[in-house]
C-alpha cells in the first residue's frame, strides 16, 4: 500500500516564499506528482519527479529524495490566486496515481 | 492541455434514486479512465479504473452493484450511482491520460460531479 502525509493547512503572506512537505511509504515508487486543487473544482497538474533533485518551472519548484521517501514544493512569490489546496500524489507499481489529503495554503495581504 | 468534459457539476437527488455522471474525454481517446471520491477536506480516493470494451476494476471496498461504470467508446466513461443514500454524497471527479500509464503521464480531471443526496 502506500501511505502519504502533508501538513493539513499553511498560511503565507502574499509575495511570500512557502515550502509544502510530503513523506511516502510506498511499495513500488514510479513518481511523485503534485497537483493544484481550487475549491470545488478538479486537480490541476503542476510537477512530476521521479529522479532526485529538484525540479524548476516558473514560481513553483519541486523537490524529491528517493532515500528520504520525501517531497517538497516550493512556491515563490506568492499571489492571492495560490491560495488552494495542494495535492501530493506518489505513483506506484500501477502507475495510477494515490493522493495523499492536501494541504490547503491560505495566502493573505 | 488536453480537456475531460465531466456533467452534471452539480446534482441534488432523493435518497433511492440514481445518478449518472458523465465523463469524456474532448481532444484525445482515452482507453482508460479513472473514477475518485472525494470528501470535504479529504484525499481522493480512486473507487475504479473504467477500461474501454471491457469490465471496470474495482478499488477494495466499492460496491461494483452500487457504483456501475460503463466504458463504451474511447471517449466516454459513466458512473451511475444506484439506489443513492445520503451517504454517497460527496464530490466524484474522472479522469482520464493521455496513453497508457507507464510512468509520469499527467492524469487529466474531469470538473467534478457535486453529488447531494436527501
Known amino acids: 500500500g502506500q501511505n502519504i502525509d502533508q501538513p493539513t493547512e499553511m498560511t503565507a503572506t502574499e509575495g511570500a516564499i512557502v515550502q509544502i512537505n510530503c513523506t511516502y511509504q510506498?511499495?513500488?515508487?514510479?513518481?511523485l506528482f503534485w497537483y493544484q486543487q481550487h475549491a470545488g473544482e478538479a486537480p490541476t497538474f503542476l510537477s512530476y519527479?521521479?529522479?532526485?533533485g529538484l525540479e524548476e518551472k516558473g514560481r513553483f519548484s519541486s523537490f524529491l529524495s528517493r532515500s528520504k521517501g520525501y517531497s517538497y514544493l516550493l512556491l515563490k512569490e506568492l499571489q492571492m490566486k495560490d491560495s488552494a489546496s495542494y495535492l501530493c500524489a506518489t505513483s506506484g507499481g500501477s502507475y495510477i496515481p494515490t493522493f495523499g489529503r492536501g494541504t490547503s495554503l491560505i495566502v493573505h495581504p | 492541455g488536453a480537456v475531460v468534459s465531466q456533467h452534471p457539476s452539480r446534482v441534488i437527488c432523493k435518497s433511492g434514486t440514481s445518478v449518472k455522471i458523465e465523463c469524456r474525454s474532448l481532444d484525445f481517446q482515452a482507453t482508460t479512465m479513472f473514477w475518485y471520491r472525494q470528501f470535504p477536506k479529504q484525499s481522493l480516493m480512486l473507487m475504479a479504473t473504467s477500461n474501454e470494451g471491457s469490465k471496470a476494476t474495482y478499488e477494495q471496498g466499492v460496491e461494483k452493484d452500487k457504483f456501475l461504470i460503463n466504458h463504451a467508446s474511447l471517449t466516454l466513461s459513466t458512473l451511475t450511482v444506484t439506489s443513492a443514500h445520503p451517504e454517497d454524497s460527496s464530490f466524484y471527479i474522472c479522469?482520464?491520460?493521455?496513453?497508457?500509464?507507464?510512468?509520469?503521464?499527467?492524469?487529466?480531471f474531469g470538473s467534478g460531479t457535486q453529488l447531494s443526496v436527501l
Open positions: 510506498t511499495s513500488g515508487f514510479n513518481g
Open positions: 519527479n521521479v529522479l532526485d
Open positions: 479522469s482520464a491520460a493521455r496513453q497508457a500509464l507507464s510512468g509520469g503521464e499527467k492524469l487529466f
